[in-house]
């Protein structure tokens, strides 16, 4: 049974660029979580899907947005990337009402 | 607004021994304590979690114990090995499956 997994593993991008990372989530769940972790900080909420609504949002700005499919899978979008959107972007799905399981995450380096 | 203050940032411990990581919380809506495990280059693993109407929670060598009215919870590791050397973050959150407030980590490392 595979787990959640994300790509793409790692990205470069310049100041003022857009990015996409994709996720999908493990088998069997509905709800997916992207979380932003800085380099020595815990992971920070940037928002939550459930049947393709945004469900929950993080204080993150607007240049974050999101996107879920039928098939659960999910993408996040950054836009306008600056140096301190520089983080591992960790995707978290779940089933049960409170179980999140986290894929390995896609380090994002802006120059 | 930090909401989960965790302590220690880092620990060292000696194989075969306990180790100790306390975290505390301001938010009393939040009824879900997970901790989770995490490698260098890998995403967090979740470790065991507990909600608030237990006060203790074991799980073969890892123990959450919790206190409600001093807003604080704790994860024991009892005889740490090497294997367990990670960062082991704290979270809460309020049921059902809302978003995760973490602590900002414990480096542990078990020494041989």
């Known amino acids: 049974d595979a787990g959640v997994t994300q790509s793409p593993t790692h990205l470069i991008k310049t100041r003022g660029q857009q990015v996409t990372l994709r996720c999908s989530p493990k088998s069997g769940h509905d709800t997916v979580s992207w979380y932003q972790q800085a380099l020595g900080q815990g992971p920070q909420f940037i928002f939550q899907?459930?049947?393709?609504?945004?469900?929950q949002r993080g204080n993150f700005p607007d240049r974050f947005s999101g996107h879920q499919f039928p098939n659960y899978s999910s993408e996040l979008n950054v836009n306008a990337l600056w140096l301190g959107d520089s983080a591992l972007y960790l995707c978290a799905s779940s089933f049960d009402p409170d179980t999140q399981y986290f894929g390995p995450g896609t380090r994002l380096t802006v120059l | 607004q930090q909401q989960v203050k965790q302590s220690p940032q880092s620990l060292i411990v000696q194989k075969g021994g306990i180790s100790i990581i306390n975290c505390a919380y301001e938010?009393?809506?939040?009824?879900?304590f997970p901790w989770y495990q995490q490698f260098p280059g890998k995403g967090p693993a979740l470790l065991i979690a507990?909600?608030?109407?237990?006060s203790e929670k074991k799980e073969g060598r890892f123990t959450i114990s919790f206190n409600k009215s001093a807003k604080q919870f704790s994860l024991h590791i009892m005889d740490s090995q090497p294997g367990d050397s990670a960062t082991y973050f704290c979270?809460?959150?309020?049921?059902?499956?809302?978003?995760?407030?973490f602590g900002t980590g414990t480096r542990l490392q078990v020494t041989l």
């Open positions: 938010n009393t809506a939040f009824d879900y």
């Open positions: 979270a809460a959150s309020t049921l059902p499956a809302s978003k995760l407030t």
């Open positions: 507990i909600r608030p109407d237990v």
């Open positions: 899907y459930y049947e393709e609504e945004e469900r």
